[in-house]
């Protein structure tokens, strides 16, 4: 039971905090469907059905109200599913895209001890000079200025006190939630809401662990190295921890603020937009690891013309395998090859038992049609994802989260590029390492080295398997398993054919005995005929009819 899965208090007076925002956002049927309003009967805390707010609104719009009344988990979801145009329609999409996160600063002194315990002594003792008040702050930490002995200037990325404990809560929640989901709506199946809870859960996990952003900002800066125009600040493993990051200050203002004042730098914002877009598609087509939350305010103008990132929270990795598939499907539709097209959603959505696949294709021929003979540079990026991510809800398929992730980044990049310079073609900049991973994936020398790397797995995992294999003949657990479809129907009936045979042979057995008693001599009679002939006749009578009436009961006749 939830109840009893939930296990703490604490939990229950969350559930039943989240039951109330949704109600009075007019969401109460959803409470009840999910059978959280029992649930919370019985724990003795009764939801206010009555205690509903004007209507008037969308139901899109109450939703994004009550994610931002709920706090900083359910501002996450909300924005993972801003993300997710292949599940929602752009009405939805749109409107949790505008979800903030409205928080106000931990005061100094309440954050102060935390300090303590992490850093071994006090910030004014590790700094030469440590600014009390922040520079930023969201829900899940906050950022301070300060300045190293040697006098570099560095920031610290501090999680706010006690947010751990709150986002647990709130994941427990969310999954028992997801549980129900699946089993009692069954509208909600094709979102697959435990998967999606299970790979939310994991991102938010990683992002209050600021030792995994450390280690993603040292991933992507191990890679910018060899690209001069990224600029990723160095991290400072002595005092970085899980609620404690510590990383070299970049002195600029960022993409947001320069747009909001360009007269803070003197450039040219096409040469901006450029520069953007091309860092990021750097990351993604070359290196494999990109940064997963390209808004304005991530992207810092230097002074030297070079880029930077921060906020390494959201990390995207597309493995050589995706890259190429996400290629293949790019060809695919320049080279109007519906049945590649096609292969690569299902693919992605890993199959789908009631999928239409001839209107998937049809879907997929339209969609190419459209985009036919258009080159690269004049497709808009976020009007072809838009169509494709349509395609894929009305066709209940879906999209793996790494590739979700990377259409968001593109659709991201698109928008900034647009509020820099309206002309901005994100596709033009997509084209030429489309290009040069087409050359790389048709070449000689790639197919080589993917053929030697399938071959190097196998035989690097080929003593495992001997030795795995060998052990089980050992123990005897080596077997056959054969699955036949409906062979337990078809025993069944096969079992009720034996027995109307047996019964039919029974009946003429009892006929064939009745006629032969009728003609006996003697014995005591009824109405003239012989008693064991007359109880066999009735006998074969009524077993004929049951016989009969089976059959016909079975529609078999």
Known sequence: MLLEALGAARDLSRLHEIASVLTRHGLGDAVRRLGVAHVLDRAGKAVHWKAVQGLTKEPQVHLREALEELGPTFVKVGQLLAGRSDLLPPAWTDELSRLHERVAPVPYE???SQLLEDLGLAPEEVFRDFNAEPLAAASIAQ???????????????IRRPGIHEVVEADLRILARLAERAEMRVP???RFRPKSLVRHFARSLRNEIDLRVESRNAAKLRSNSL???GIVIPRIHDKWTCERLCVMDYLDGPSIGQWIRDRGSLARDPTQVAVLGAETVLRTVFVDGCFHADPHPGNLILLSDGRLGLIDFGMVGFLSESRRLEFLGLLLAVISRDVEGVVATLVGWSDGNQDLDHDQLAQDCEGFIDRYNGLPLRGLNASELLGDLTA???ENDLFLPSDVAMLLKVFVTLESVGRQLDPDFVMAAHVEPFARAAAREQNSTLAAVRRGAKEVGSILLNLPRDLRQATALVRRGRIGLDVEVRHLDTLGERLDRSANRLTIGLITAALIVGTAISLRAPGGFRIAGQPLFGFLGFTSSIVAGF?????????RRI
């Open 110 to 112: 309440e954050i102060r």
């Open 143 to 157: 950022v301070h200025r300060a300045s190293l002995q040697d006098g570099k200037q560095v920031v610290l990325k």
């Open 187 to 189: 509208e909600l199946r």
């Open 226 to 228: 060899e690209h001069s």
């Open 391 to 393: 395609i894929l809800r």
């Open 546 to 554: 049951w016989l009969l009436w089976s059959i016909v009961r079975s």
